[in-house]
T-cell receptor, first 115, second 112 residues
Framework: ETGVTQSPTHLIKTRGQQVTLRCSSQ?????VSWYQQALGQGPQFIFQ???????GRGNFPPRFSGLQFPNYSSELNVNALELDDSALYLC??????????????FGPGTRLLVL | GQNIDQPTEMTATEGAIVQINCTYQ??????LFWYQQHAGEAPTFLSY????GLEEKGRFSSFLSRSKGYSYLPLKELQMKDSASYLC?????????????FGGGTRVLVKP
């Protein structure tokens, strides 16, 4: 158990809909990163939030957006869902932005299926 | 660009040793991580290297050569519970946050 929680655990949506995924970071961690993991592949970086500001973004379109709240929890929003958005969405928290030897601690993920 | 390569699958026998290789070509480097991921679960941290050489950590040590863009994870005394995917990930420089770029993962199957 990493202390990172995500909700919901599973979700089914249809094409064109919108979805919000939630993440609570481990206590004391102020940085949250979101990753998309398609079946049989490694996670792909979506974006990172540090102290409520976006701090880096991967190759994802603007319909993927996020928020971080003062308590460092975070949301990932995806608009206009496409079939290819079906994946495991992982949230990871870390104690500070720049790293060092600290790893990122992953939550259990939200499995999204788009029909 | 970022490119990380790992073999897709390996099979080994319980009690044996298997070595998972990872090669990378990235625009920035601030450490390399290995994670274990069981099917349907979150990745869990195994090992970290930022300097060249072997980082000893029990059954999950890892080696890094920055000049060769190469790392390996030797899995020793394999147990059935070691059947999982092993992910190699490179962390970008501080100016880019601590973004991790992952390889596709190596699925290890341990047979009795």
């Amino acid at each position: 158990e990493t202390g990172v929680t995500q909700s919901p655990t599973h979700l089914i949506k249809t094409r064109g809909q919108q979805v919000t995924l939630r993440c609570s970071s481990q206590s004391g961690h102020n940085t949250v990163s979101w990753y998309q993991q398609a079946l049989g592949q490694g996670p792909q970086f979506i974006f990172q939030y540090y102290r409520e500001e976006e701090n880096g973004r991967g190759n994802f379109p603007p319909r993927f957006s996020g928020l971080q709240f003062p308590n460092y929890s975070s949301e990932l929003n995806v608009n206009a869902l496409e079939l290819d958005d079906s994946a495991l969405y992982l949230c990871a928290s870390s104690p500070r932005r720049s790293g060092g030897s600290e790893t990122q601690y992953f939550g259990p993920g939200t499995r999204l299926l788009v029909l | 660009g970022q490119n990380i390569d790992q073999p897709t699958e390996m099979t080994a026998t319980e009690g044996a040793i298997v070595q998972i290789n990872c090669t990378y070509q990235t625009s920035g480097f601030n450490g390399l991580f290995w994670y274990q991921q069981h099917a349907g679960e979150a990745p869990t941290f195994l090992s970290y290297n930022v300097l060249d050489g072997l980082e000893e950590k029990g059954r999950f040590s890892s080696f890094l050569s920055r000049s060769k863009g190469y790392s390996y994870l030797p899995l020793k005394e394999l147990q059935m519970k070691d059947s999982a995917s092993y992910l190699c990930a490179v962390r970008d420089v501080p100016a880019a946050g601590n973004k991790l770029t992952f390889g596709g993962g190596t699925r290890v199957l341990v047979k009795p």
